[in-house]
């Protein structure tokens, strides 16, 4: 590993949560350094590449906030262009990210990385997990040490968490419905799959539960099946839907939950199997160009730089850094092809 000039072994250490002595002996290649704390301090540094580039010469008290999430890459990138572009606005502040960002990993996995952020030390946690019992327990056990957690775009309820981060997934889903209600032909019986990458989480579950029961309010006659397990990624979607595909020659729609519409289309295209009205979320590279080919007919999206000063907001308040103010929660838009940002 090469250590950036323009870094000292102090900015590293702090960016990373570990010890200047172990990032000197990280950096000089003098061993005794377990490989996830190298790679620890090694995502530090692009993140102190990623601060630098974004950033304005700031004076103000340093608060380093852990973004933890559980999604795929494309989702992940996303909410940390987001948060970024935020962390500068707050100009009285040196609000430093640290990412810890997994497409597949157990709860319990998640539960060491948030001990392991808890020992290190953090003024906050934005999360984004599924809804699990060992979740709650991991974070009333980070708010009895004096570390926030913010949920972001899925929530977990029942949890001492902080605040939840994001728009109406009720709504979210009942819009869903309105619009497949009305794109699909009337008087034809239809059939809608709703694709979840995983019922676990509550973002998800509620966006499905809505999209079902509204559609089945406007449109009685369609009937809604939901497939799950995929947690996003493209590769493992594609096989399970080719597995839930088959035999079934009338799909008429689909509402895309948990993301992978490119590979929910190339399923369809493999099976030869008229492609489906789809309705998506979120303006990741994949979906802007799914719908600049006005091959995904509309993408319910909400700002995430709302929700991430949202977070920031939330989190520097619980510390007292910031008067108590109104924290406005992101709205849900409907993008289409051709009103594409």
């Not at 030390?121 to 009895?144: A, F, R």
């Not at 977990?156 to 419905?177: I, K, Q, V, W």
């Not at 990624?233 to 993301?259: A, F, I, N, P, T």
Request: aromatic share 6%; glycine share 4%.
């Amino acid at each position: 590993m090469r250590k950036p000039r323009r870094y000292s072994i102090k900015q590293i250490a702090a960016q990373a949560g570990v010890s200047q002595a172990t990032v000197d002996r990280a950096v000089h290649h003098r061993g005794h350094v377990n490989p996830q704390t190298q790679q620890r301090i090694a995502q530090a540094m692009k993140e102190l590449k990623e601060q630098e580039l974004f950033s304005m010469p700031v004076q103000g008290r340093t608060v380093f906030i852990d973004v933890v999430m559980h999604a795929p890459a494309r989702f992940c990138q996303a909410v940390r262009d987001a948060m970024n572009q935020q962390a500068v606005q707050w100009s009285a502040f040196r609000i430093k990210l640290r990412f810890h960002l997994f497409e597949d990993i157990s709860v319990s996995d998640l539960r060491k990385q948030l001990i392991w952020i808890a020992q290190h030390g953090s003024h906050g946690v934005v999360l984004k997990v599924p809804n699990d019992p060992l979740m709650m327990e991991t974070i009333k056990d980070l708010q009895q040490q004096g570390i926030p957690v913010v949920t972001l775009v899925t929530d977990l309820p029942e949890s001492d968490r902080l605040l939840y981060c994001g728009m109406s997934n009720h709504h979210a889903g009942a819009t869903a419905a309105y619009l497949m209600a009305n794109w699909l032909p009337q008087a034809a019986r239809s059939n809608v799959l709703v694709v979840l990458s995983n019922d676990r989480f509550q973002g998800e579950d509620e966006r499905a539960l809505a999209f079902a029961r509204s559609l089945q309010q406007q449109r009685p006659e369609i009937r809604v099946s939901r497939t799950e397990g995929s947690f996003g990624m493209d590769e493992r979607l594609y096989v399970q839907l080719c597995e839930d595909l088959k035999g079934h020659e009338s799909w008429s729609g689909v509402y895309s939950v948990g993301g992978g519409n490119r590979a929910i289309l190339q399923a369809f295209e493999d099976l030869e199997l008229p492609a489906p009205v789809l309705i998506g979320h979120d303006l990741d590279r994949d979906n802007r160009l799914l719908l600049a080919q006005k091959r995904l007919q509309a993408v319910l999206y909400h700002d995430l730089t709302v929700d991430a000063q949202r977070s920031f907001q939330a989190l520097l308040q619980w510390h007292r850094l910031i008067p108590e103010t109104d924290l406005p929660q992101s709205k849900v838009e409907i993008i289409t092809p051709y009103n594409l940002p």
